[in-house]
């Protein structure tokens, strides 16, 4: 993982119940590019609780040399839409690569469970945080039918909408916790049904490994990279 030290396996293992793992739906709202919810200008409570990186860090102001939003992205002073149906899945930190496919595109697992129509609904935009071709990628495998041009229906940057999905949030992994068990194993079973052993034996168990260099990742690497894929390969 990112961190050799400090990780508590029991905390790491929670996953939400109850009220807790509702979806809650807001309506007429606007969504910041951090995607965090404002009603006339004043942010409104979660009350299942937000426990996502740190919102203070970052600008939603893209002309900022470090500012995550996209060129086409809307800022707050001329929020995008509104438009009628928004799933807010932005957590910090967007547009980062690691943030957007393990922190935010895996709430769509909350939404899919509790609201599949909405989910399903060619009308319905998904606020990501990350709007190009990796974005579009890695939520066409989510089960999302969006593309560049016309047909994109991911979002950042400021947003307003007549009714948002705001499913829980992730716990931060900068505080040696992570995210929601349930909604990681869910994009973990959804990714295998896309990929195929080599060789095409549907029967092999395949694995996507990611490496991150220890040369170019500072403390985020896989030290022990050839061990793991040696022994991938003997299980």
Known sequence: GCHGQGWEPKRIMES???????????????????GQ?????????ITTGYDGCGQSDGTCIKSASYSHVSKDGPGPDAPGGPKDVIVVLTQPQWGAYYHFVIDSLTRLYWVLEQYPDVAKDPNTFFHTGMVNEVGQKWAQ?????????????????????KTAYYPPTNKCADMRVGAQVKAV???QSTLAKHFAAADGDKTKKVVLYVHRDVRTSNN???LNGEELVHQLHAD
């Open 141 to 161: 495998l989510m089960g999302v039918d969006t593309s560049l041009g016309q047909k994109n229906r991911l979002l950042d940057g400021h947003w307003k909408a």
């Open 185 to 187: 194993q869910w994009m």
């Open 37 to 45: 919810l404002f009603r006339k200008g004043v942010p409104l409570r």
């Open 220 to 222: 985020r690497a896989v």
């Open 16 to 34: 939400r119940t109850g009220e807790q793992a509702k979806v809650l739906v807001f309506k007429d709202v606007e969504i910041s590019c951090k």
